[in-house]
T-cell receptor
């Protein structure tokens, strides 16, 4: 069974630029999550989708971050404009019931 | 303020040694999960503990949930280089995971 796919794996941008990350969850998983993991910290939930609806986006900085889940399958997370403090690994996870399965993440460096 | 405090932050040991990492909180949890995250990868669930005092074993890894369900420990016996990684504990509240900062473990041959 294929795991959670994410792209790109690495991205370097300058502050105030825009960036987008893509996630393809495990087939059939209705719930999709985006996490931000800053160096030296554990992952922090940004947004949770159930099918194509948002369940929780309370920790998403909505002035610069946006996310959508296309047709309840793939998802994109966008940052516009990026700040230095957005440098982190962005992890996508999906679940059917219970256990969350994580993708390898996208490592973002904002200069 | 971290809901879950993990210690130590970093641990470097030689192959064959034993190690223990800790996850503590002032809150009571219905369950607690342990993950391992290898470099360049996402976290992978190792175990979920749900009962106070529970002990679970996964090969050379032993997980314990405190009697009061406020803390947990992970003990690795005869560590191997393949055990290298970031060990994270987390709570699960209706599918929302909240992680500690993790313990970085490095096992050298």
């Amino acid at each position: 069974e294929a795991g959670v796919a994410q792209s790109p794996r690495y991205k370097i941008i300058e502050k105030r630029q825009s960036v987008a990350f893509w996630c393809n969850p495990i087939s059939g998983h209705a719930t999709l999550y985006w996490y931000q993991q800053i160096l030296g910290q554990g992952p922090k939930l940004l947004i949770q989708f159930q099918n194509n609806g948002v369940v929780d986006d309370s920790q998403l900085p909505k002035d610069r971050f946006s996310a959508e889940r296309l047709k309840g399958v793939d998802s994109t997370l966008k940052i516009q404009p990026a700040k230095l403090e957005d440098s982190a690994v962005y992890l996508c996870a999906s679940s059917l019931v219970g256990t969350q399965y994580f993708g390898p993440g996208t490592r973002l460096l904002v200069l | 303020t971290q809901l879950l405090e993990q210690s130590p932050q970093f641990l470097s040991i030689q192959e064959g040694e034993n190690l223990t990492v800790y996850c503590n909180s002032s809150s009571v949890f219905s369950s607690l999960q342990w993950y391992r995250q290898e470099p360049g990868e996402g976290p992978v669930l190792l175990v979920t503990v749900v009962t106070g005092g529970e002990v679970k074993k996964l090969k050379r890894l032993t997980f314990q949930f405190g009697d009061a369900r406020k803390d947990s420990s992970l003990h690795i016996t005869a560590a191997q280089p393949g055990d290298t990684g970031l060990y994270l504990c987390s709570t699960d509240s209706w599918g929302k995971l909240q992680f500690g900062a993790g313990t970085q473990v490095v096992v050298t041959p």
